[in-house]
């Protein structure tokens, strides 16, 4: 199989590299020139339990040097989805199909206004990777990890059931599964909580968890999201919801989420696919989200004063 992968970062340098080194042939596609010039010169540093091996995977920051591929994974962040989609027109043929795995609600509309609907596929993973440096990425999630993928249309086809086998070959232990939604917005539950909350201040995830002040707004922006999510006839219970957060935020608790690196890098965050989407889907099916509000308008302050924040003083 024939694969690209726009946007590869963390995340798509871990599945490109996987997928290569389970015999696909792979071609890695972002705008960094720095991280493709370094994975074209050297392969791909792939570190994983200590470990660093050398992966051998076709790299550009041209998607027409790759031409035209049987699966596409859009792994950018949600900002820049509508930028790389366009300038991926020239990898998509008839029959490719478009595979999204980033965090948040909004990718997937975003992709079918380039795509048509029956040739998306929509989905989740609990794996994590972080960049350490152009060229170098690193597996962070040390368990097994778990891949979720459902075509948007409903039907699954052949072409579906390929990825999913190529997928699996390449250790991305994946499910073809019909509950995608219920668990997208599951996952919700921690990004727009704890990794949001995780980034205000900005804490690992245990850190946040662990503070006695977290757990009133934790237990507030969940009650909000399981609200949205029941009105969209999608059945995650709150029960479900706060066990799923409290036990992930165990996990992980030394992990530093990506909108908490972001913050700490002064970049734009995801905030828009998380809290904002809660917010949204909140007023168009009129349930209140003043938690989650209240989160999206911090992290608005946040990242559009960067440059005016006051530093330095001593503690005395
Ligand atoms: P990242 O910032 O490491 O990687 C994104 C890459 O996209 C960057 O290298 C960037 O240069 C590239 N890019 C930007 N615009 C582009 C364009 N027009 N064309 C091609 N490439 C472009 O981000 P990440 O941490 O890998 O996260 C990617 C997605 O996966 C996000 O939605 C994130 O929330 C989600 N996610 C991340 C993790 C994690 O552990 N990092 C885990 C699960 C889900």
Known sequence: MKVAVV????????????????????????????????IRAGGLGFSERGVTRRVAVKATTEPPDAGPVDLVIVFCKHNDTAEAIRQATPLIA????VL????GIGNVDIIKAVVPAERVVM?????????RGPGHVEASFLGRGETYIWPVSGRVTPP?????????AARLYTEISPDVEFRIWRKLVINAGVTALSAVVPLTIGDIA???????????TTREIVAVAQKKGIPLTYEEGIEYLWRVSAEAKTHIGSMTVD??????????????AVVREGERLGVPTPANRFIYDLIRIIEDT???????????
């Not at 290569?20 to 020139?33: M, P, R």
């Not at 913050?263 to 904002?276: C, D, F, P, Q, S």
């Open 7 to 38: 946007g590869a970062g963390a995340m798509g340098s871990l599945f490109g590299g996987r997928l290569a080194e389970a015999g696909q042939e792979v071609w890695l596609i972002d705008v960094w020139k720095a991280h493709v010039e370094a």
């Open 94 to 97: 008839p029959e490719t199909l």
């Open 100 to 103: 999204t795995l980033q965090n």
């Open 123 to 131: 989905g989740l993973t609990t794996l994590a990777a972080i960049l």
């Open 160 to 168: 579906v059931e390929r990825v999913a086998s190529a997928m699996n």
């Open 210 to 220: 662990a503070h006695p002040n977290a757990r009133e707004i934790l237990e507030a």
């Open 263 to 276: 913050v700490t890098r002064g970049r734009k965050t995801e905030i828009e696919a998380i809290n904002g």
């Open 306 to 316: 960067y440059e005016r924040r006051i530093t330095g003083g001593e503690r005395r």
